[in-house]
């Protein structure tokens, strides 16, 4: 057993579900008691989904724990299948089925047999991976079955597509400002003259995942999302894939002179040192603010890092390589993959942290006092116990972080957008530093805004206890308004019953 | 929808497949209700995945609830329960020193079977702090019965004797404590003076402390006086329960503590309406004063005083349509409301339904329509919220009352909604908390009014499927 308050990477199902509900006219049906259905609301809430979530529950209660599951599973799929007509149906199990071991397996080969749908069970264990693993695993499966699928009937494409052409591997929903990277992408792809073959899973449909070999290379933006299905891609048709992501200047370089190399090696003719050389630049705001002055004052200033793999990498090489800022630790969540971020980050700052708990991170952000902060919303809350600013630059995020204006992460938009977050956090900083070495803004005493200054009437002592659990904010309204009840009725005590009558009377 | 009204209320049972809270989210009130209390969750990832996403903000602020996440090694009993729960809750004594810690029970512990109540006593003897053991997992119970479950348990903790001083009593009771607030041992008896000779009376439900207030206050003006309250501000401040002492709901999802205090405290129930809206609440007061042979004292004008007040309201409404998908169990209360205010109840979607707790409420449900006029609702038990999304498009509801999975749908196809869980989260109670229901109600029909003629109701393509 495990003391926690706060976790960074959510239960696996999560992962399966954020796949599954990418798709268009994939239906997930969870195996799970009632109540574990908690994704729809934050999928409706947080991405603001006009369209119902397509997940249900195959709800386990009572009967199921005494008699098994018998046919509840085998018709909720079926009569999914007739209600919705979706292309997939993905049965999610959950920390509960994990536990029943019932063979959901079964259920699904008994289920595909009469709906029309695909069934497949999401191949993940609670107790073994997390939401992220989980995703990566998930959609790895779908593309597994829907290429040996097509394979079977002979419907694989032959050959690669007549112009360079890429799949986008990793974009999902509830993911960190994955729509704006998305669009983003795909603008940068249009400018390199490279065709956007796929973008899985979000806004795909599994019958376009048969096309996905006619791609001459697999890009994979994200750490956490795609890396098994491109390997995958990789290994049944020698799709080569990138796995560096395009976020801060020179990573989006990096990212650009890999396209060049991969697709050039399969025939392609192209050079792209001057698109590179001309966004770098002009276009891009990122490597001009390196050289302003504000970036200068930045120079040494301490910030810490954390997050995902990908995001809090990235960001470590941004503002220590592109910035001079001094990242005095870099952490990350993912503790499955802590080689690779150690490999990354190394150079770039003093010291790294892999740890899942919260509280070791508030400490370490205590000890360091940082001029700034990058990291996820709890991050951001440690910030403000500590008046340290923070810049959100990875889940878990509120809805906050899912801006309705263009944000991305990546590509050289993505440049101009990190260097605003870097820079107000800084800033914004400074500014209440200065505040108060000199006192503030205003220094001048609030003069009380009461109709008059002495008030000629009592407060008992239950009817104040009563005022003060009125919230700070409309509390001297409220007393206000108390008193003018009390005064037009000639009451001379203000006591609970009072304090209540009032309310009544002005209808508050 | 058959032309044929039926006479008397229709009660249906669906397939049980609807959108709820977990019964777990019941610590995000209590430990704040409870002050010196310490919720400890048993149970996963995914609880906690729960909790963490629906407590929003409160989790930052070191909320006195943790969760117990149980590994691998645990469900395979690799590791021993009790030296697991003692580590965690002899940590939690050390940095927290609560009165109480509740072990919430959940999903897991059931399917494992974690002898949560055996093993309950005997590390309360080691470490010395009370442990109350709650089941409120999502097998058997939906969002607001959690705290039915904690309150059952609880009743379970109430002194059963009233200590001998007379001084002490009032220590012990935080009710009369605040009213005598700062008053001397005569003037406390001479205000007892102001109380009719009844037997005591304990109303249970959780409520933030000034609707506590409010609702001692109501029955005050009727000479009765409140002995105690479950639960109380503090667990060391729980309120005697005596036999024979008479106990009164203040909402509709407490079976299981009404339950539990009639056969194990050998408690009265006064089964009444909850104290919902003016007409509930007035219902609530005059059952509890006929239940003592009290003749109520102007509450007609204070009723109707109250319904003056909301009139600005109430037109609004009046005559509209609502429908309620089902999530919290106040649906019966809220819907008895809202038919006194003149809307029309198409459907009533509840998780649980207890006729014999709720059976005042339901009486007066059905008077208050025949007196309106209003065709009696559909009450549907465990409602399956896809049959209901298709009666939805079907009947065009003025109003539906659902959770947040399906309010952005809904709205995104041009029908107004009310999210469910604000209903259990704001000031409903009591006369002066009554416009509060209708400003959650009005809201998205007064946010229409500000954004009509604007043509874009309906914002998504025609083929999208409800």
Known sequence: MKLAYWMYAGPAHIGTLRVATSFKNVHAIMHAPLGDDYFNVMRSMLSRERDFTPVTTSVVDRHVLARGSQEKVVDNITRKDSEEHPDLIVLTPTCTSSILQEDLANFVERASIEAKADVLLADVNHYRVNEMQAADRTLHQIVQYYIEKARKKGELPEGKSEKPSVNIIGISTLGFHNQHDCTELKRLMGDLGIEVNTVIPEGASVHEIKTMPRAWFNLVPYRELGLMSAEYLKEEFGTPYIDITPMGVVETARCIRKIQQVINAQGADVNYEDFINEQTMHVSQAAWFSRSIDCQNLTGKKAVVFGDSTHAAAMTKILAREMGIHVVWAGTYCKYDADWFKEQVGEYCDEILITDDHGLIGDAIARVEPSAIFGTQMERHVGKRLDIPCGVIAAPIHVQNFPIGYKPFMGYEGTNQVTDLVYNSFTLGMEDHLLEIFGGHDTKEVITKGISAESDLNWTKDGQAELNKIPGFV?????????????????????????????????? | MTAVEPQA??????????????????????????EDSFFLVIGTKTCGYFLQNAMGVMIFAEPRYAMAELEEGDISAQLNDYEELKRLCTQIKRDRNPSVIVWIGTCT???????????????????????????????????????????????????????????????????????????????????????VDHPPLVLFGSLPDPVVTQLTIELKKQGIKVSGWLPA??????????????????????????????????????????????????????????VFGITPRGLDEREALIWEGLED??????????????????????????????????????PYMDKRYQAA?????????????????????????????????????????TGMAHANPLEARGINTKWSVEFTFAQIHGFGNARDILELVTRPLRRNNSLKDLGWDKLVREDAKV
């Open chain 1, 475 to 508: 509390r001297g309204k409220v007393k206000r308004n108390t008193e003018k009840f009390a005064r037009d009725r000639g009451i001379q005590v203000i006591n609970a019953e009072v304090l209540y009558a009032a309310k009544e009377s002005v209808g508050a």
């Open chain 2, 9 to 34: 209320l229709n009660f249906e049972c669906e397939t049980g497949n609807y959108h709820t809270f977990c019964p777990i989210s019941c610590v995000a009130w209590l430990y704040q209700k409870i």
């Open chain 2, 109 to 195: 512990t059931e399917i494992i079977k974690m002898d949560l109540e055996g093993l309950a006593p005997k590390l309360e003897g080691e470490i010395g702090i009370p442990i109350v053991v709650a089941r409120a997992n999502g097998l058997d119970y939906a969002f607001t019965q959690g705290e039915d479950t904690v309150l059952a348990a609880m009743a379970a903790r109430c002194p059963d004797k009233s200590p001998v001083a007379e001084a002490d009593k009032s220590e012990r009771n935080a009710i009369s404590k605040l009213l005598n607030f700062g008053k001397k041992k005569e003037e406390v008896a001479a205000s007892e003076s102001e109380y």
């Open chain 2, 233 to 290: 501000k503090r667990f060391t401040e729980l309120p005697v329960l005596e036999e024979g002492y008479y106990v009164s709901g203040v909402n509709p999802f407490l079976s299981r503590t009404a339950t539990t205090l009639m056969r194990r405290r050998k408690c009265k129930l006064i089964g009444a309406p909850f104290p919902i809206g003016p007409d509930g609440t007035r219902a609530w007061i005059e059952k509890i004063c006929s």
């Open chain 2, 313 to 350: 309201y109430v037109k609004i409404i009046r005559g509209k349509s609502v429908f309620f998908m089902g999530d919290n169990l106040l649906e019966i209360s809220l819907a008895r409301f809202l038919v006194r205010c003149g809307m029309t109840v198409q459907e009533i979607g509840i």
């Open chain 2, 361 to 401: 409420e339901l009486a007066l449900l059905e008077k208050t329509c025949n007196e309106m006029g209003s065709p009696l609702p559909t009450i549907v038990e465990k409602p399956d919220n896809y049959n209901q999304l298709q009666r939805i498009n079907e009947l065009h509801p003025d109003l539906v009352i």
